[in-house]
């Protein structure tokens, strides 16, 4: 698997059929829901820069930024300004949990269809906006477009890919996301230099493209045999594998779904059992890492990039631009994870980029302190200006390819069948939740720990480096039935897994890694 991203719950055997024009849409369908998020993950930062946009919502930050004795790292202090942007993700949080449930009773379809109808109709509000009211509505709409997006697209995309191909297509969704991200910069740029002060309403009203794409898309297609069996419809189920694989003969693969549908439902309390002892490394590691992806400050630079850039004497169109070359950065390193994570594994790309992003996070806050030091004032030369881009570019590119794809990766193939909504639930929600408070707090540290904002993620970076070098075993290429072997033989974890849940007898302790 070229991407290695969802589990395989198949015994290693090969079915019948291929990659048919389902499998193809469907990959289409999975893109408009990743640009979808990736789009708004890049298009508010932008936004949020424009003096038109400023000048209607904001105009207590334009007063900021035009007072000589403001501090460059107060510019844009303000909670209403961060809650435009936070909104999103709070909603996102609560709809997880509600598109969990849409998901599993009325199946996949319903919840892609009402998360792109839900976000065509938020980046509607958001391009019409006359008050900030209408504005954080329409952000709240879209927010739950995300949640629902986010929650039933990469299942559908799981349940219809054979698996021989269902890891490149999870990088594939994941790449989505960050040419998303590189898109809005682009449309922020350009619109930008509209005249008149209506660009940041095409920037955010363009959001429906993708949202009607996905939208439509999921009017068209099928839903998945394994939503259609697990809501009770058998024949109906085996007559859409057949369509699906192209091929008649789908006996075997139907049989292994009927079985793992009926273990699925034996399952009344997957909250109950992830809280059991024996599955204490999947619980901390649903919650831990999730936590540590926003901790490493990455959104600080997804959100804000062009606001950032702006903050350290970047100007208007150099900031915009400064984010487009930042988000190109992404989407070519994020093409390193696709081809290296199942050759080189996960913790090398964990600790290689950990040690990356810290060296790249001290440099960039030592050289803010030195030009700006505590009292915010001064400016960067040219050479200054290109270096601090140099280095947030750099440090772009280890999280693209270990802690942007890895953070979603390890978690979704770690559980087991019996823990896996419980486990994915925890990691979505975690996720969202520090998503959402990093995007609310970030411009207030800024201008209360100055510099020192990139000591402090720094300091995370370190640790959860540290933590992964520790206590996350190698996953790469291991059977999900076969994953307790790999904490059983962790000097730290094994002590939580009963001999009985190991397949295949006892195993050798290792130190660090496995």
């Not at 990691?427 to 609310?440: D, E, G, P, R």
Request: aromatic share 12%; glycine share 10%.
């Amino acid at each position: 698997m070229a991407g290695g991203g969802f589990a395989v719950e198949g015994r290693g055997r090969n079915y019948e059929g291929g990659v048919t024009g389902f499998v193809i849409v469907t990959c289409l369908v999975a893109a408009m829901g990743g640009l979808l998020f990736g789009y708004d993950l890049g298009i508010s930062g932008g936004v949020t820069s424009m003096p038109s946009f400023l000048d209607q919502f904001f105009p207590s930050v334009v007063k900021k930024m035009k007072s000589a004795h403001e501090s460059e790292y107060c510019k844009f202090d303000s909670e209403l300004l961060t809650l435009f942007t936070s909104s999103l993700y709070l909603a996102a949080l609560v709809a997880s949990f509600a598109a969990s449930v849409v998901t599993r009773k009325f199946g996949r379809k319903p919840s892609m269809f009402f998360g792109g109808l839900s976000f065509l109709l938020g980046s509607i509000l958001n391009g019409v906006a006359n008050s900030i009211a209408l504005l954080i509505i329409g952000r709240l709409l879209l927010g739950v477009g995300v949640g629902f997006a986010n929650q039933s697209v990469p299942v559908y995309l799981s349940e219809m890919a054979p698996a021989k191909i269902r890891g490149a297509l999870n990088m594939g969704f994941q790449m989505a996301i960050t040419i998303g991200i590189l898109v809005a910069s682009l449309v922020n740029v350009g619109t930008a230099k509209i005249e008149g002060g209506w660009g940041w309403r095409v920037s955010l009203a363009l959001a429906a493209v993708p949202a009607v794409m996905m939208t439509i898309g999921a009017i068209f297609l099928p839903d998945t045999p394994n939503s259609i069996l697990e809501r009770g419809f058998t024949e109906k189920a085996k007559t859409m594998l057949q369509k699906v694989r192209g091929t008649d003969n789908v006996e075997e693969e139907f049989q292994d779904l009927m079985y793992a549908s009926e273990a699925a439902k034996k399952v009344d309390h997957p909250w109950t059992n992830i809280l059991k002892p024996q599955y204490r490394p999947q619980l901390v590691m649903c919650t831990i890492i999730p936590f540590f992806q926003q901790l490493t400050g990455i959104n600080v630079i997804m959100f804000y990039a062009p606001v950032l850039f702006m903050t350290l004497g970047f100007g208007d169109d150099a900031s915009l631009i400064s984010a487009v070359i930042s988000g190109g950065v992404n989407v070519l390193a994020t093409l390193v994870s696709i081809f290296t994570v199942d050759k080189f594994g996960r913790r090398i790309l964990f600790l290689e980029g950990g040690i990356q992003m810290f060296i790249c996070q001290i440099l960039v806050g030592t050289l803010i302190g030195v030009k700006f030091g505590l009292n915010g004032e001064g400016t960067l030369s040219k050479f200054d200006a290109n270096l601090i881009l140099f280095l947030v570019c750099t440090y772009v590119s280890a999280f693209a390819w270990s802690w942007g794809p890895l953070g979603w990766l390890v978690p979704s193939e770690i559980c087991p069948l019996e823990i896996r909504s419980a486990g994915q639930a925890i990691n979505v929600s975690v996720n969202m939740f520090f998503t959402f408070i990093i995007a609310q707090v970030f411009l207030a540290m800024l201008c209360h720990m100055k510099f020192g904002l990139f000591y402090f993620f720094a300091g995370f970076v370190l640790i959860m480096t540290v933590f992964i070098y520790f206590f996350l075993p190698e996953t790469k290429n291991v059977p999900i039935e076969e994953m307790n072997r790999v904490w059983k033989a962790h000097w730290f974890w094994g002590k939580y897994i009963p001999d009985e849940a190991v397949i295949g007898g006892p195993v050798e302790k290792h130190n660090h890694d496995v």
